[in-house]
């Protein structure tokens, strides 16, 4: 089934009295939720007996909860030193998502840095063997790890360099964050086409199953020629993108991914608007 969240909570989870995200999954299920995204972005800031709680009221509320795993994880990082903190990085993010009863990270493949853009990411392309053994032999094979399409031009992470990465085994599947892509293409999702040929693009080369099953981030995205610059709410009329045309894609496709909501401080707001925008529009 197709899945609405928030990534975190809205200033209104805290006004109407709540006090921390144990109380995000009946909050989510009594606004019609049914996903949420906890992320561990700066910090793994939760500790396990929490987490572990969290996955309890989750599943008790029909919620189900994906992780976003740290920033600073760099797969084309020069230094094996620092891509092997990364593989642990990834790590503890599974652990936390075993905790929670999930079964989707999301996480960003990395930067360019003083390199060029193909070098790196052939660097990342080549740790894809070791960061898939290590996730392997910590017995976390059955859940799915999301890259993340990236919204600044020195970032990796275009649409095509996500998809060759989740082709090295059945765990990868993407997180498509069209925000992100319309950022850093400088405004190009306009129409239902535009979506169209992303979703098709990644069904023909990944298969039914993950293009079935995505992981997707929608918020509309300040952005200048370099790419993102800040995370808008949907009430934004000037930067897009519009989701009303993505929504007449998904149910055309018959695609049910989770999508969560990224909007500026409106987050859980946004993703109620999301769904209602998704039930409305036509298709079946
Ligand atoms: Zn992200």
Known sequence: MIRFGPSGNSQIFYDEGNKSSLEAPKWCAEHGLTAYEYSFGRMFNMSHESAKKLGEEAEKNGVLVSVHAPYYINLANPSDEAFQKSIGYILT???????????????????????????????????????????????????????????????????????????FDKCLIPTLDFGHINAVTGGTLKTADDYRKILDYVYNELGEFKAKNLHIHFSKIEYTSKGEVKHLTLDDTVYGPEFEPLAVVLKEMALEPTIISESKEKMMEDAIKLKNIYEFVGGK
């Open 93 to 167: 993010s599974l652990s936390y998502l075993v905790d929670f009863k999930g079964n989707q990270c999301v996480f960003h493949p990395g930067s360019c840095g003083q390199e060029t853009r193909n070098v790196a990411f052939e660097r990342a392309l080549s740790r894809m063997d070791k960061l898939l053994e290590a996730v392997y032999l910590a017995g976390y094979g059955n859940l799915y790890i999301c890259p993340e399409t990236m919204g600044k031009s020195q970032q990796l992470g275009s649409v095509k360099e996500i998809v060759e990465l989740c082709k």
